[in-house]
């Protein structure tokens, strides 16, 4: 398997602009995870999903910020319009529902917002 | 909610020495994880602890649950250089998420 893979690796954009990330978890994974990792705060968890469902959001920081999961192979987080203060290092995460609950990251997503 | 915190936040050591970092969590954990992230790279699985207490090792890591299951350590024998990175311990209680300690980045002097 070639683990989980997200898209883009580095983004690059205007204060505005709607950005977009993408995650395909591990095949046979329930549970996908979003988060978003600065120095000043850590990892955070924005958003999670069992069975394509999102469970608890309360992570998500402001309206901005949505994501969704339209099947088990897909999900996106989309920022409208961007800020400065938004870039980090986003990461999606999978893993089996059922224990062990071992969190697989992809490579993460660098967005730097000017 | 449940919070998770982790001292100490940098940790400098000499190649060779041991280094230590501590997981505290404000609620009884199901269980505890703890990964690594190496410079630019993402979170890596090494561990789970489920069993109040346990101790379990990975050649010159070491890492415990504590009692209570409300703390946890991880320790490393003889640093070397390939152990450089941060060191996060997450847990969850139940069916909830896991939850991130910020981690404790060591850096180790050749």
């Not at chain 1, 705060?41 to 924005?46: N, S, T, V, W």
């Not at chain 1, 969704?68 to 995460?93: G, H, W």
Request: charged fraction near 20%; glycine fraction near 8%.
């Amino acid at each position: 398997d070639a683990g989980v893979i997200q898209s883009p690796r580095h983004e690059v954009t205007e204060m505005g602009q709607e950005v977009t990330l993408r995650c395909k978890p591990i095949s046979g994974h329930n549970s996908l995870f979003w988060y978003r990792q600065t120095m000043m705060r850590g990892l955070e968890l924005l958003i999670y999903f069992n069975n394509n469902v999102p469970i608890d959001d309360s992570g998500m920081p402001e309206d901005r910020f949505s994501a969704k999961m339209p099947n088990a192979s897909f999900s996106t987080l989309k920022i409208q319009p961007s800020e400065p203060r938004d870039s980090a290092v986003y990461f999606c995460a999978s893993s089996k529902h059922n224990a062990p609950l071992e969190a697989f990251f992809g490579q993460g997503t660098r967005l730097t917002v000017v | 909610g449940q919070q998770v915190m982790q001292i100490p936040q940098y940790q400098h050591v000499q190649e060779g020495e041991d280094f230590t970092t501590y997981c505290n969590s404000s609620t009884t954990l199901s269980n505890i994880q703890w990964y690594k992230q190496r410079p630019g790279g993402h979170p890596v699985f090494l561990i789970q602890l489920v069993k109040s207490g346990e101790v379990k090792k990975q050649k010159r890591l070491t890492f415990q649950f504590g009692e209570a299951k409300k703390n946890s350590s991880l320790h490393i024998t003889a640093t070397q250089t390939t152990d450089v990175g941060t060191y996060f311990c997450a847990g969850n209680s139940g069916n909830t998420p896991l939850v991130f300690g910020k981690g404790t980045r060591l850096s180790v002097i050749a």
